[in-house]
């Protein structure tokens, strides 16, 4: 049975007082809603973490994580975050490679095998987003794009390191546009990278690996969506800013 997850992607949004409150609304609306293999997560930003990290700890099944971490382990590199740092305040995943930071901070498929690499030795589960740009829809490319994101970024990675890899298919065409994928485009990828795990490793690896979908998923567009069968869950940008709106996605699953 693969894990389902919700996870909340913040950005650089709400102050300090603002990310503390909204994350204690979501710890007590979703405390009856998390079900069986089902995980919550809310990726804030670092200045957040300490404190979402000491009130996760009375929740269950909700955990926090980071948006981003540096690749060396500790040392001269200003304004950057370890992974060690991330984890000692309670941190149980950080997303990495996600479109604004590929695209933003140029951060290359190399560097982010660096980071995962990392993140796995402290650890921390990657929330690891692929997707292509709309040129790249557009042109027929994105499977290509896709296996490729995948190849360079973790096909490195043993059986068993893989397996603690969370995977985020997000169209970046879909990231804050309010376009979003169908469900069926959404699950004909999803199925593609099942595929692609089953021929760079096995069968089980494949069926074991939770896939989120990530692009302007909502209220309304989340039950479709996680009713594809390789749709294990999404990462959420806008909706996760809203107690409301992130629990009513939580509550796809029980539905
Ligand atoms: C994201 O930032 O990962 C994301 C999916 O954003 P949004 O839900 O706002 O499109």
Not at 93 to 101: A, N
Request: aromatic content about 8%; hydrophobic content about 40%; some cysteine.
């Amino acid at each position: 049975m693969r894990k389902k997850i919700v996870a909340g992607n913040w950005k650089m949004n709400l102050d300090y007082q603002t990310g503390v409150s909204l994350f204690s609304e979501i710890v007590n609306m979703v405390k009856d809603e998390v079900i069986g293999q089902q995980e919550v997560v809310v990726c804030s930003p670092a200045v957040h973490l300490y404190s979402l990290g000491q009130l996760a700890h009375s929740a269950t099944n909700v955990s926090i994580g980071a948006q981003n971490i540096y690749q060396a382990e500790s040392g001269a590199f200003t304004g950057e975050i370890s992974a060690s740092q991330v984890k000692s305040v309670g941190a149980d995943y950080v997303i990495l490679g996600h479109s604004e930071r590929r695209a933003y901070f140029g951060e290359t498929d190399e560097v982010l095998a660096e980071k995962t690499n990392v993140a796995l030795k402290h650890q921390l589960t990657p929330i690891f987003c692929i997707g292509e740009t709309k040129e790249e829809r557009e042109s027929g490319q994105f499977f290509d794009v896709i296996k490729s994101q995948l190849e360079k970024g973790l096909f490195h990675l043993s059986e068993s390191d893989f397996t603690k890899i969370v995977l985020a298919y997000e169209p970046v065409w879909a990231i804050g546009t309010g376009l979003t994928a169908s469900p069926e485009q959404a699950q004909e990828v999803h199925a593609f990278i099942r595929e692609t795990l089953a021929n760079q490793y096995n069968q089980a690896l494949a069926d074991s690996t939770s896939i989120l979908y990530g692009g302007s998923c909502n209220p309304t567009n989340a039950p479709d969506l996680f009713s594809q069968p390789d749709i294990d869950g999404g990462l959420i940008g806008g909706a996760s800013l809203k107690s409301r709106d992130f629990t009513d996605i939580v509550k796809v699953f029980n539905s």
